[in-house]
């Protein structure tokens, strides 16, 4: 009987770190699939220019093709409400 009382005793200490320790989160691997959806246009635009614009739309439209974002937050892009 005391067998057994130790081992659930270990068992409710344990599953809960177990479990925890699991649902953890870390950091990316690796970058490239991200940096090949976003892309390199916006190093350097400063939004002054057409050209500028041009590097800004095609972020946009990488992050919207790679489901970053929402319909709704694509469709907001270039609507002229500030948002």
């Known amino acids: 009987m005391l067998q057994l009382h130790a081992l ?43 050209a500028d614009q041009r590097k800004i739309d095609r972020t946009v439209v990488r992050l919207c093709a790679g489901k970053v974002w929402n319909r709704d937050e694509c469709g907001r892009h270039g609507a002229g409400d500030g948002s």
């Open 8 to 50: 659930t005793k270990a068992l409710l200490i344990m599953m809960p770190a177990v479990m925890l320790a699991g649902c953890g989160t870390s950091g990316p691997a690796d970058v490239d699939g991200l940096r090949r959806t976003v892309g390199i246009d916006l190093i350097g635009a400063r939004g002054a220019t057409d």
